[in-house]
């Protein structure tokens, strides 16, 4: 991708542009008239000074150097006019305007390449979230998937938010998750967890030796002898909340293990219930810390169901009044007793999730709806 096209890409359309660049051109038209117009005790220079100050905010430099041009230009005009060149008033005049087109010229110049920089770095961010974090297919197998990641932050393409899933001889096994932090490291312990998921998905026969696998490898990354320095200290801090689940084809139902995720929402015969396993497991990088528990526990799941695997930063927005999204009690509202698909679902919990936190997000979220779909897979 070519640096013109990142600032097509990322600066504005080329019909607004130039519509904003009618009001300087305009400015200088306007006061260069009054100007000559004016009694000779009035002097309106210095308001040519905002032509290219204001072109600056939107424009590149050549743009903003042409504009700062005919502004000189247009007080030259001035200056014969009414008096001459060398008059000292106007003399002045001239010399300050030049100069201050140059100071906003340059500004416009460091401008464009921190945006054209910021561009490039929101490029790469996005081609490493496609390949950390794989769309998942709209259909695999018996089930209809729908997904949604909203960050953050604003320029972010990147988190800690996770999910993944993977087709297998007898079904299908998903996994979504939280890594504990932000930032690069955060990045890279999701891309870990990811490549183990779908390396050993398919091969691992037992889903509770699934997650024994995942724990290994988290385990093993934290008592890495080569990790940076500070890191032993804050082994006991880092971890990774997932829910993990095994959906059988020939059996309405799916089996889940928890290990401190958010528990799965099901949707289905007019209800939404929490999927809440009776022994959770501890979150992946702490089993040294806690008993576990990898017995995975058995749910209904019907043709039609919609299970929706959600993150804490979904439940964890608040409004402006500090209160917590209530999920479950804005599902049963969005569903009403319809039936709905998962993109459709989605959606709309979208929607409403950014309209109750005012449009941004305390922390990065994310949304995998699985729905049943019915007849033979």
């Known amino acids: 991708m070519t640096p013109r096209r990142l600032r097509a890409d990322h600066h504005l359309p080329e019909e607004p542009r130039r519509f904003l660049l009618v009001a300087p051109i305009l400015l200088i038209a306007v006061v260069t008239a009054v100007d000559i117009l004016a009694p000779p005790s009035v002097h309106l220079g210095p308001f040519l000074v905002a032509a290219p100050a204001v072109t600056?905010?939107?424009?590149?430099?050549?743009?903003?150097?042409?504009?700062?041009?005919?502004?000189?230009?247009?007080?030259?005009?001035?200056?014969?006019?009414?008096?001459?060149?060398?008059?000292?008033?106007?003399?002045?005049?001239?010399?300050?305007?030049?100069?201050?087109?140059?100071?906003?010229?340059?500004f416009a110049y460091w401008r464009e390449r921190r945006e054209d920089e910021m561009t490039r770095l929101r490029s790469v961010a996005k081609s490493a979230q496609g390949v950390v974090l794989r769309p998942l297919p709209h259909q695999i197998g018996p089930l209809r998937i729908a997904s949604v990641y909203l960050s953050a932050e604003r320029e972010a393409q990147l988190g800690g938010d996770l999910y993944a899933a993977a087709r297998t001889a007898l079904g299908t096994r998903i996994v979504i998750g939280d890594v504990r932090g932000k930032g690069l490291e955060a990045v890279g312990d999701a891309a870990l967890l990811l490549g183990a998921f779908r390396g050993a998905a398919h091969r691992q026969a037992d889903l509770a030796e699934l997650v024994a696998f995942l724990e290994g490898t988290v385990s093993s990354d934290l008592d890495d002898p080569v990790a940076p320095e500070d890191k032993p200290d804050d082994l006991g801090e880092a971890f990774i909340t997932a829910a993990v689940l095994d959906v059988p084809n020939d059996e309405s139902a799916l089996y889940l293990i928890n290990c401190g995720h958010p528990p799965p929402l099901l949707v289905g015969g007019g209800r939404v219930r929490l999927l809440e396993v009776s022994r959770p497991a501890p979150p992946l990088g702490l089993t040294e810390f806690v008993d576990t528990d990898l017995s995975p526990q058995r749910f209904a799941f019907e043709a039609g169901d919609i299970v929706l695997l959600y993150t804490d930063g979904v439940i964890e927005a608040r409004d402006g009044h500090g209160t917590f999204y209530p999920l479950t009690e804005r599902m049963e509202r969005l569903v009403g007793g319809r039936v709905v698909g998962p993109e459709a679902l989605l959606s709309r919990l979208r929607e409403d999730l950014l309209r109750h936190a005012g449009g941004h997000l305390g922390d990065d979220a994310a949304m995998v709806a699985i729905q049943r779909l019915p007849g033979p897979s």
């Open 56 to 106: 600056a905010s939107f424009a590149g430099p050549r743009t903003t150097a042409c504009v700062g041009a005919l502004a000189v230009l247009a007080q030259v005009m001035v200056a014969m006019v009414r008096t001459t060149l060398v008059d000292l008033n106007h003399a002045f005049q001239i010399i300050a305007l030049i100069l201050i087109s140059a100071i906003v010229t340059l």
